[in-house]
DNA sequence: GCGTATGGTGTATGCGCTTACATCTTCCGC
DNA sequence: GCGGAAGATGTAAGCGCATACACCATACGC
């Protein structure tokens, strides 16, 4: 025996080895019994199993990922968790990782200067990473997966053998400048920063399109905001609405940021739909409730955590994934005048 | 040496023996070097240095645990993952647990029947877990506890040696309810489940007490929502204000709840605020952007989730912890009709 | 009746790391 | 010049599990 069994069986957690002593067998025939592969007459199980119940055992997940070489466990990386849109996300990532009974780990990477360390740790313990959005370079995301650590990318452009999960920006957020250039509203500015995000690069890419499509000059410079947060957007549009040349029409690169617009129209006293179009993206729930209604783009937000789940799960078990964009559509309501 | 040397050493992950071999030294010294104790000559630390970085070697974390007795991670359960409630505790959970240099593990525990399992499952794999709400048994919870890992209790009373992190909920729902009452609303409901969360079981009987201290009849019953959606919200009050005796103002448990319960008001032509009172809890950002501006409760939600990681890894290195609330306000906005 | 599948179980090794202990140098004090 | 402390490094024994392989019955073939 590997311990000394004169010392108190409950000061410890027990073990393989004490369920084996328990039921009077090796353990080889408890990890049999456990993970139900192997033979194992009908009354042996049973003692077994009356001893795992009995010692309350659950087995170790250390000594399993150890022994088996995998974690069973998942990861994901994004960049903060403000806003409805990180949080669904990771819900339809937990959801789907549960699903394959794998832990799920969250990072939020932040403006953490030691993110790629972060990573890298993270990385070491799970069997497969979730990297969203702007939080680490694409070095990094290479590095982990040489190291046998499959990554699904989300949000992102794919690189290399690295598959991505996205969601369709440029052609819709065309479609919605579109709309509302058809609609008459001339002097439209972008909220948003496409640097610090790919989806919005390319929001503000399809942005660009919608007005040479028009024979329109082309927006050369987006209205940037210094997160996405409420506030973010009702400081950049106060600062916009209330200088020079005010534009008439705000396409915001999320819902909050069209809310943060809303507030700012309301200070000026600008009727938004009336003498301000305003747009969003995401379609949060909130969209519907602001006064006007809000118009914007819907995006299926916790199936993208989901579906990048289900790809990564993928990869670990071997199979061949591609790329996948999914569908977003433009949700007219009234803060376009419409 | 453990390993064919002759095969591709890039076939799979480097561990401590490559390390070790590469910088001529032994494991117990590259060890040393990682862990930065015991002492190692200045030479000998920049070549495992080197030769860590050459190989990419990142220890597996398994690895260490099981060596170690120590994870480096912590988990949180908690009910599920919609709402900005939910959201916030989290982040603030992770953002601390990051602090701490711990991995963050998450399960929402949902309806799922074997949410049990999942939980011991779960706790067999951090170093501490926090359990949220009306998520698991007391029991659970205990179990958790004999078997060395150790809780911390959010948002639901303590037992046992088991200490929770909380808000403020029956004083402050008590102020509210009254500050209605005393402005001439007299046929007021709740809108909740007291029987589905602990906090809410708190703010139900903040809602009666005001009521029996303003000598009046104390309610019975409260208003039931399938969830604590807006949609939920709008659906219950959508019954309540239709029926016979509809109430004169609505008091939510949360903030959510309250949208739908503008919602319901927008359909039955009632001016929230003029001919109804309605009031939240949570103070999210949305509450001062609603039409009119929501009356609530405002709580740290981020906090909570921080608090109680730092009470968790607390007890994980062996301080003694005690249970905490935290407070919360009355937040006066126009929707009580103030 | 003996050889041989086959079901049931045990033994022993390895996963990659930490660490107590052993070993071997230096270098200092007297 | 010698004993011993202190520094530097190596050796080996686990941590708790999975599993290849060995082993022992029994049951069946002919």
């Given at each position: 025996m590997h311990r000394d069994d004169t010392a108190n069986p409950r000061a410890t957690r027990p073990n393989v080895y004490d369920v084996?002593?328990?039921?009077?067998?090796?353990?080889?025939t408890v990890s049999r019994v456990r993970r139900g592969n192997g033979p194992v007459a009908d009354a042996t199980r049973e003692r077994v199993q009356a001893a795992m119940t009995e010692l309350d055992w659950q087995p170790s997940a250390p000594a399993r990922a150890l022994a088996?070489?995998?974690?069973?466990?998942?990861?994901?990386?994004?960049?903060?968790l403000s806003g409805r849109y990180y949080a669904e996300v990771i819900r339809g990532f937990e959801a789907r990782a549960v699903e394959?009974?794998?832990?799920?780990?969250?990072?939020?990477?932040?403006?953490?200067?030691?993110?790629?360390?972060?990573v890298r740790d993270l990385a070491a313990r799970v069997d497969g990473l979730i990297i969203m959005d702007r939080t680490i370079g694409d070095d990094t995301a290479a590095i982990v997966e040489r190291r046998g650590v499959p990554v699904v990318l989300l949000a992102r452009p794919p690189v290399d053998d690295i598959p991505a999960v996205r969601v369709e920006n440029v052609e819709v957020t065309r479609e919605l400048t579109a709309h509302?250039?058809?609609?008459?509203?001339?002097?439209?500015?972008?909220?948003?920063?496409p640097d610090r995000s790919p989806d919005v690069a390319q929001r503000w890419r399809g942005f660009q399109q919608a007005h040479a499509d028009e024979g329109l000059d082309v927006p050369r410079a987006p209205l940037l905001a210094n997160g996405y947060q409420l506030t973010d957007g009702s400081a950049a549009a106060l600062g916009a609405l209330d200088g020079a040349d005010p534009p008439d029409g705000?396409?915001?690169?999320?819902?909050?940021?069209?809310?943060g617009?809303?507030?700012?129209?309301?200070?000026?006293?600008?009727?938004v739909g009336a003498e301000l179009a305003v747009t969003g993206?995401?379609?949060?729930?909130?969209?519907?409730?602001?006064?006007?209604?809000?118009s914007t783009v819907h995006q299926p937000m916790s199936e993208l955590g989901a579906r990048a789940a289900a790809c990564l799960i993928d990869r670990i078990e071997g199979r061949h994934?591609?790329?996948?964009?999914?569908?977003?559509?433009v949700q007219v309501r009234h803060s376009c005048g419409c």
């Open positions: 084996a002593q328990l039921a009077g067998v090796s353990i080889a088996g070489e995998r974690h069973e466990a998942v990861g994901i990386v994004f960049p903060e394959a009974s794998a832990a799920a780990l969250i990072l939020a990477a932040h403006e953490r200067p030691d993110s790629e360390a972060m509302l250039l058809t609609h008459g509203w001339r002097r439209l500015v972008f909220l948003g920063d705000i396409v915001c690169a999320n819902d909050e940021l069209a809310s617009v809303y507030e700012a129209a309301e200070l000026l006293d600008l009727a993206w995401d379609d949060q729930p909130l969209a519907e409730r602001l006064a006007p209604p809000l994934v591609v790329s996948e964009t999914l569908a977003t559509r």
